[in-house]
């Protein structure tokens, strides 16, 4: 049974860092898609970051590129998202998610439970 364990949100002011971390079990990260999404209260769940599994190519939602920065530790089986110069608009429930072939927001077989970040102004 698949399983993805979040951790590492909180709360934290503007400008500052948090390093979300989840750790997967029954599926590699090497061999399928993973990624992170989030919900603020009221908005839609959205796209994050994605590394593709066998290249370990990364993409990212306009709204973070060069702030945030997807990674894996293969040997952990754990993909991390480091979050630099935090907003108030990156306040939201952020999710890990897997699939064993397309990952998107619609499209996706596994969820983790959520870690919420919060950014004070």
């Known amino acids: 049974q698949v399983q993805l364990q979040e951790s590492g949100g909180g709360l934290v002011q503007a400008g500052g860092s948090l390093t979300l971390s989840c750790k997967a079990s029954?599926?590699?990260?090497?061999?399928?898609?993973a990624g992170w999404f989030r919900q603020a209260p009221g908005q839609e769940r959205e796209f994050v970051a994605f590394?593709?599994?066998?290249?370990?190519?990364?993409s990212y939602a306009d709204s973070v590129q060069g702030r945030f920065t997807i990674s894996r530790d293969n040997a952990e089986n754990t993909i991390y998202l480091q979050m630099n110069n935090l907003k108030p608009d990156d306040t939201a429930t952020y999710y890990c998610?897997?699939?064993?072939?397309?990952?998107?927001?619609?499209?996706?077989?596994?969820w983790g439970q959520g870690t919420q970040v919060t950014v004070s102004s």
């Open positions: 998610a897997a699939s064993f072939s397309i990952l998107t927001v619609e499209k996706a077989d596994f």
């Open positions: 029954e599926l590699s990260f090497t061999t399928h898609p």
């Open positions: 590394l593709d599994g066998w290249s370990g190519g990364a």
